[in-house]
């Protein structure tokens, strides 16, 4: 994790980037978007979330930012229960702020989205930018299945969202300590995440853990529908990011996604496991910025 104050960078990521709000189809669209008036690239990074949906934990990534491109941030409307509704709405929020050359930044299931809003609207995107996540491509083996089905089955979704109903608010917070407790101390880059979930608390809360098991949930729809040539235009534009010693998606699953990113940029030595981006952000802010200063 950057050696940094974080209560001080949040409270200037909060300030120079304010939650704004946009009107798509007779819903609210909540964002936080920060336009570079002398950006070093005229670039729009997107940074998508992992399935807790919480975007504001990208603040410990903005001041590495904020001097070189445009920043857009957002969790994810709970107006947009579906990936292609999501999708379809985000392009209409690109349209509404005039925002070009964008590369989606995309962890875990914001790595699965990007997918699908890559395929969706390639016309609004410049590049994608995947890391511990993996592909809805159907050219698994049996093993790779079984892996992705444990994440997104029928049987998973219905256990989970019955468990956000039940779960009361005051023990979210707890939990996800514990977990990214867990997660983070079999590296030796281990990280006290309490601040970052300490700052984030109003946006843990059982409402919105509910939609984004219905988002994950959904993406049993968008299983099998995605190709190569679905991704031909972003040939040498995407970047992937893996850790070896993440094994929350198998091998077979980070090797699908390979195959269906055509001239894709793959990294496989992060140290950091599945929260490689968090755990070990210095080098991955080195990866983005080489990776889009070749290209731009």
Known sequence: MLKTNMKEEFEKYNTLMPIKHAHIDNEDFPYRYYRNVNPAKDITLVFLAGGTGLADSFFLLFSSFADKYNLLIFNYPKAFNTNAKLADAFAELLMQLDIHNVYLVGQSYGGLFAQVMAKRHPESLKGLILSGTCSMYNDLTYKGIANIIKFISPKKLKKNLRKDRLVPNILLPPFLKLVFKKVSSQYKT?????????????????EYWYHMDLLLGDLMNVYGTHKPADFKSFQNEVMLIFSEQDTFFCDELREALIRLM?????????DGG?????INPENYIDMINTFIYERN
């Open 190 to 206: 281990a990280q006290n995440f309490n601040p970052v979930i300490d700052l984030l608390r109003d946006s843990i809360n059982k």
């Open 262 to 270: 055509p001239k894709s940029t793959v990294v496989n030595n992060i």
């Open 274 to 278: 599945h929260l490689a981006l968090m």
